[in-house]
């Protein structure tokens, strides 16, 4: 059997040469400068002024895991010749990772000529239907008073069809999008799946007094398709859905599924209701604001997508309950300087949580009005969602994350919300689904409270 090199030598050399050139032109716009102590400054000042950018550029030096300081330590056992090697050796390394126009494809190859391309998510004609009948929800239940048949989203009647929800009146349509694969940590495909049959959602709500599904017409409009080899053509295909179910003045609670899905359900709802038009308050554990993914979705990044093409302004987002050590200080720096409010773990140890919660109720009332919310369930603790994609210590507790969503959506209009990152089988108890359930029923709980207040008295 023949072998074939992985990459010729001639590629490495086109490589090597495009990816020094890349270097070269993006080392201008190093944004935040390193300073080195006095012993050190003048073994630098002899560097070649490319190789003197590089170091004092703190965001490359960090994909290094490297400081000033460690820097400095480490040319105290060098020669200047050692230097000299060690930065260009570091400067090779970037420019081999960047792209490389030419040699590298800058988009993933699709196949136009197959005859299936859309059938996916091709949506299926009335005309189709094995039986015919007048659009609006169907109950499901096979008895008057026992909940009983197959499993909804807070036991409300299916809708099929969007002029099912215009029929129905529908205030509150669940839909379910089984997405796991933009993020490496698996199983949120079957969120939707365990939270339909799952307890937490149905009942009344012991704090405000209020049955929602007294209130509220709720409907449960499926699972959406997505493509299991592309988060990129699902992500266009979600956003047209949601969109189409905003439009008809339902508010879409959306089930994932990984966080990726908060680009194209936040895009929807900026298509449906003008950019600028919807607040978001972001309930997560993790920024999702990096900018060096090679993929142009992910969970990861949806926050730094969203601003970066335009479709909110970060001065719409209120996040919540960021941690971890994901998020450098040039992180925070950047996304405040988009205009995130950030109120993470940090701000809670400092101020305390009933100061935190109130300056999110601020911001949200001091907002446009209409608010969309984001839910990850790495935002509470592991002790309370063990089965969260992407868990990281110290989070919220149940106490401190029911209340404040309940009063949130009881305090401005929700057009929409997602609850993401649910992933049952990291959780062999049934901590996870029913306090992912829950915080859905606080929601509901917090807009029929709002829609009771609104009411005409008598």
Sequence with gaps: MRTLPFRSSARTALRVALGSLALALALPGSAQASSYPADIAPRIAVLSPDKQAFLRDEARLAMFHLTPEKIANDFRTRTQAEIDAYVSGLMQVMADAAFHPGVDKGAIALNPDATGFNAGTTL????????????????????????SGIPTFAHAP?????????????????????????????????????????????GNDVYTGIDPATVLSIADYG????????????????????????????????????HSLMYPDIAAMSDTYGKGKVGIVQFDAHYEGETGSAHFFSDNQSLQRLIADGVIG????????????????ADAARLRADGVTMLGMDRVEKEGWTAVARTALDAVKAGPGKVFISFDMSVLDPAYAAGAGRPVP?????????????????????????????????????????????????????????????????
């Design 124 to 147: 299926k004609p009335p005309m189709f239907d094995a039986f015919h009948r007048d659009p609006g929800p169907i109950s499901l239940d096979h008895y008057m008073f026992q909940p």
């Design 158 to 202: 299916v809708a099929v069809r969007k002029e099912d929800l215009i029929a129905g009146h529908v205030e509150v349509a669940f839909v379910g999008v089984p997405i796991d694969f933009s993020s490496g940590w698996r199983d949120g495909k079957h969120g939707p799946m365990f939270l339909r049959s799952t307890d937490g959602l149905v």
């Design 223 to 258: 699972d959406l398709a997505t493509d299991y080899m592309s988060v990129e053509r699902t992500v266009d295909h979600v956003r047209f859905m949601i969109g189409d179910m905003a439009r008809t003045g339902a508010a879409p609670f959306i089930v994932g599924g990984d």
């Design 314 to 329: 970060g001065h719409q987002v209120v996040q919540v309950g960021v941690r971890g050590p994901e998020m450098t200080s």
């Design 394 to 458: 110290n989070g919220l507790t149940m106490r401190e994350a029911v209340p404040l969503v309940r009063e949130i959506c009881a305090s401005a209009k929700v057009v929409g919300f997602e609850l993401l990152d649910y992933a049952q089988v990291l959780d062999v108890s049934y901590r996870s689904p029913q306090n992912a359930n829950y915080i859905l029923h606080s929601c509901l709980a917090g807009i029929a409270e709002r829609k009771l207040a609104t009411m005409p008295k008598g």
